[in-house]
């Protein structure tokens, strides 16, 4: 499905559990309560928190402790989300009427992250996080992310109706497993639909990220975007680039990396989005590709294909890559008309390399990581020439930083096109079976010994050393003797 407005008939959709609002009583026991109750934390003579405890277990426990000091507490947001459809959230929230400073001091040690909107992170001793938020109203937005001013309440009703997506403003009481639902939010589980909460258009003026994730939730649940919720998404989609680089990076690699890539990025595209975010991959979309190589069809069929069969949990840096790795065939093609003989992209991996650069600059990567995409993209057409490499050179390209990364974009390659793994598998072996002292040696000479042999230092200290490891990768010596008359019978001093 190439439109973020249907559900998806097959894939991704498969992934979801269906209509679980009819299980809640029994079914939410077993996640929450799958030990007896432990005394507060703060109990006289209990332990601050105890070890091995659950992430639900600890959220559990804090509101127990916060119940018992008198006030509300709930369960709040993608974890309820992810109980209902069985799923096994990746954290747990808290809602509460408690003031920030009164949850800092029935849990001493936790940390304000951000008391002015009512928000602290409580921490145990295994080092598990679970943020507590005062229930609240927010009011204004003019930085387009953090509300200008809140109001804090005593209604749970408030504070939901503050959220982004009635699937997320879903409450639990943990002790009767009884949902509180203000915003039509199990009827869209059951429907499958992403629907904000109130008005779309002033949910994405509140923070225009919201966009970006209301496509990840689709993607990733397998739902639809709710007509109207779609529009204002579309409409507001040129305002996206007013979010901070880094945040957005942050949900695109999400995008990218929880299993449902394709999906993502379809409806990323069908939504606007795409192509504020990342016009240089909306370029690919009808550059044709000589057949021979790539049956499958254009730059971003081959490309949504690979991103198909990224799994969940994929390495950012594979993921990227997978993305970019043809960014450079738009600016390089050359017609069979052109040629002579059939379509070409000369140069399209270096290109590539270029833009990828760019793009992680824009998007503010780590340096490694866009050290990594970079080297991904760059070297990801060397494949085509291993059975011609010399050992020497054959080494140094496995000794390439993160080199399974490398080996994996190659196989999804070959996958998503001619599907030949020849090369792939060439290179497993070699990678797998060449001992590690064999690809990577130690040293036979230094430049010290170069000087001994009268040798002045300068630039051919560098090509001589190289020519020395060069010979000791391709096997024609291997001893230290043997690298001094290589140097004496090659180079003169």
């Known amino acids: 499905m190439t439109s973020g407005s249907g559900r998806r008939s097959g894939g991704q959709s498969g992934d979801r559990s269906g209509d679980r ?11 929450l309560r799958p030990g007896e109750p432990q ?14 405890m659950t992430p639900r277990e600890f959220a559990v426990q804090i509101c127990s402790t916060l119940r018992a000091g008198g006030y509300q507490a709930y369960l709040v947001g993608g974890c309820v989300r992810d109980l209902i459809l069985q799923r096994e959230p990746a954290d747990f929230d808290v809602a509460t009427d408690a003031r920030p400073e009164r949850v800092q001091n029935l849990f001493p040690g936790s940390i304000d992250v951000g ?19 005062t229930f609240r109203s927010d009011l204004g937005y003019s930085d387009g992310r953090h509300p200008d001013r809140v109001e804090y309440s005593s209604s749970p009703q408030e504070d939901v109706r503050r959220r982004d997506f009635t699937i997320n403003g879903l409450m639990l009481d943990p002790e009767t497993d009884e949902v509180l639902d203000f915003v039509g939010g199990r009827a869209d589980l059951s429907a499958g639909v992403v629907r904000a909460i109130g008005l779309p258009d002033v949910r994405f003026r509140e923070d225009k990220l919201r966009m970006v994730r209301a496509v990840r939730f689709a993607a990733r649940l397998g739902y639809s975007i709710e007509p109207t919720t779609l529009a204002a998404i579309r409409s507001a989609a040129a305002r996206v680039i007013d979010v901070s680089p880094e945040r957005l990076r942050d949900e695109l690699t999400k995008l990218l990396t929880e299993g449902a890539a394709r999906l993502a990025f379809e409806i990323l595209d069908d939504t606007g989005l795409l192509n504020v975010l990342l016009p240089e991959v909306t370029r690919m979309k009808g550059v044709e590709q000589p057949p021979q190589f790539h049956p499958e069809g254009d730059v971003w069929i081959h490309t949504r294909m690979m991103l198909e069969h990224i799994p969940a949990g994929a390495s950012a840096t594979l993921a990227w890559a997978v993305l970019l790795h043809d960014v450079g065939k738009p600016a390089t093609f ?32 780590a340096t490694r990581d866009t050290e990594q995409i970079v080297a991904l993209v760059a070297n990801h057409l060397r494949f085509k020439d291993v059975f011609q490499m010399r050992q020497a050179t054959l080494k140094r390209f496995v000794r390439l930083d993160l080199f399974g990364e490398h080996l994996e974009l190659h196989r999804l390659d070959c996958s998503a096109s001619h599907g030949n793994l020849q090369a792939y598998d060439f ?37 001589i050393l190289l020519a020395v490891e060069e010979a000791q990768l391709d096997g024609r010596i291997r001893g230290r003797d043997e690298a001094l008359t290589f140097v004496q019978q090659s180079y003169t001093p």
Not at 355 to 361: H, L, R, T, V
Not at 440 to 463: N, S
Request: hydrophobic share 40%; charged share 25%.
């Open 115 to 133: 008391a002015r909107f009512g928000v602290v992170l409580v921490v145990n001793d295994d080092g598990a996080q679970v943020e507590v938020a």
């Open 427 to 463: 290179v497993s072996r070699f990678w797998r079976e060449t001992p590690a002292e064999e690809v990577r040696p130690a040293r036979l000479m230094t430049g010290e010994d170069l000087k001994v042999m009268g040798f002045v230092p300068g630039p051919r200290f560098k090509e």
């Open 39 to 52: 005394p507060a934390p703060n109990s006289p003579g209990a332990p601050r928190y105890n070890r091995g």
């Open 21 to 31: 609002s009819g299980e809640l009583t029994g079914c939410l026991s077993h996640w």
């Open 334 to 365: 050359a017609s069979a008309e052109q040629t002579g003989d059939r379509i070409r992209f000369d140069g399209h991996a270096e290109m590539g390399a270029t833009i990828a650069a760019d793009i992680c600059q824009r998007l503010r990567f």
